[in-house]
DNA sequence: TTACGCAATGGTAACGTTTCCTTCAAACAG
DNA sequence: CTGTTTGAAGGAAACGTTACCATTGCGTAA
């Protein structure tokens, strides 16, 4: 059985090579004045040894621990696990390591996950936060010293720079679509209602409609497959008849579809539909669904340049709450027609 | 402008409190040997000062960096960010952090990943190696002294203990199933074949084809939609006209399907179709994909545990390598049957 | 009363790095 | 030949925490 082995130190593998650690120190570190031969000797034995700094002990004297957090609702969720991967990746070739953590849009979980973070002294990080009026986050967020990005919701007060998909004009811009087709009686399922990407989609919703003079139809309580049925049955009903709908939100815009095509509704003919999102089959499912699509690598991107920007630029002393850099990115959205609003035939 | 403060330390509430660094200590820690009164006070110039310990400086006394990390091939994949969302969950209700780090199923991001894990002293890790038959993986998985479960895949020569589906059996399952159904001509897309998963089905579906007596036909290399619609043109061509298509991987059944859809191939009365693995439409479209289910939450889960319990229960020296327990869990598959094999009309 | 045990508390040495500062030798100019 | 500069290398302090040990005070048994 093999022994149980330390990691090997630094003052280790100085004893080995017959230097002291501040040689050692430096060939680690890539500084300059050692000799060749000095060099060779101190990297053989870094490799005999199989050596590898401690982290702990170099953050302890005052390195940066090169690590960065993500703090979102969900990482199983398709467009936080995409934004993860794009964080991911540029992190890592900045040398950075990424820690996730999940809040499932509860304020507790979110703000144990940012305590927890400055606690393992991250770098900065990048959160995606439940509610935008959080003044126990704000307050918490003001207190930090290192960048923070907020992604796909902003943080009232500016906080932090964000960077956020324009909700607002893509919503109106899915419903003027409808509109333009003649549609006069549109309905919205929204979701969940309490969510900032959800109420700005709903409020360009609701512009776009007042603009055109037409009544809106919004149900918000939206969030499970036989709600869902139950309320789109309800809308096909009686003389205001629903001609078109709106899902807000990916997984309702499939209850909806899946709904629709149980009951034997055509779309569009009988509904047009439009959904918030995109989906790995919306344009393969018959009839292939319109969508609102985000720039989701897009927004995970410039989450990661925008934070590291501040990580680079910020070797002087980072200045907490307002006075940060009060950047606000706001991305397009753009519509992909395709059949279901009633677009074109299909293509066969 | 406010100023930049420090991180407040324990000697400095300490201080304040007008007690012995200790006492903060086991304040902190939740230490007994320690007067109510004191307690409070303590407590009252910790909230003060907003201090929270240093991470590093603990982890560098030898307390573990309750951290733990995930090295998948990407983060993006529904398969692994379920995964990661388990195993994220699980991690934090044992207060542990996740770290995750992608390989695109490269082999020198794996290491490096590794490395890395190593180098921050995480107490232990999940990792979804590229290539079973990696022997430098293998040997820096023997000198790792910290738990590592395998997950999805496993590492030749035992040397982590593992848990994997049964890609195997799933997969001569579903081939069976198309059999039973009469077809004798059944063809079998691929995608990456140097992946051990996919091999494994591959594996199944030729075994089942054998046992049947029927021949197998083989197609390794598709992975985009163009070649694979181009597979399966020719496929439908000529006396040999394939009746069934097992595709092996969500993103090639997603293809072909597309692929029948565009060419006007009626499914199944023309061709039938499973895929393995399940994914969020493969119910909704019509007709209604047969596929695989695999285990995934269950993976994950199974997994976290099987890692908690080597972290808890090893508060005895780990014996790295060979001499850990070499537990291979194998989890069963459950073949769906929807529409898209001839099994039963839609229900409409 | 004396001594002893026990609870409460504090002093201080590590943990493994980095970094300032020192030492030493050799090279070089005057 | 001496004084000064330069490059290579090492000694030791400090980062913030924990844990071992020492110290104090107090109640209680002998």
Redo the contacts between chains.
Sequence with gaps: ??K??K?PTLREVAKRAGVGTTTVSRVVNGVEHVEPWTMARVERAIKEL?Y??????R??KGYK?R?IGLVVP???D?FF??C??VL??IA?QHGF??????THNEREMERDAV??L????VDGFVIAPADAENDELRSLLM?V?VPVVALDRPVAGAVAPSVVADNFVGAEHATHHLIAHGYKRIACLTGEIELYTIRERARGYQAAMAAAGLEAVLHTTICDYASCEKAIAKMLKGPDRVEAIFTLKNSVT?DA??AL??M?VRIPEKVALIGYDD???AG???PAITVVQQPIEELGKTAAELLFRHLKGSSA?????E?RAKQQVLLKTSLIPRASCGCRPD??
Tied chains: 1, 2.
Excluded at 97 to 102: C, D, G, H, N, S
């Design positions: 059985m093999t149980q082995r990691h199989g590898l700094p401690n982290h702990a002990a953050v302890l621990t690590t969900s990482i199983a398709p696990s995409s993860a991967e991911q990746g890592r390591l990424l820690i996730v953590l999940t305590n927890t400055i606690q393992h002294r207190r010293t499939v579809f899946e095509q149980r034997g989906f790995q089959l393969t499912v018959r002393p980072v200045i907490p709450g006075a293509p066969s």
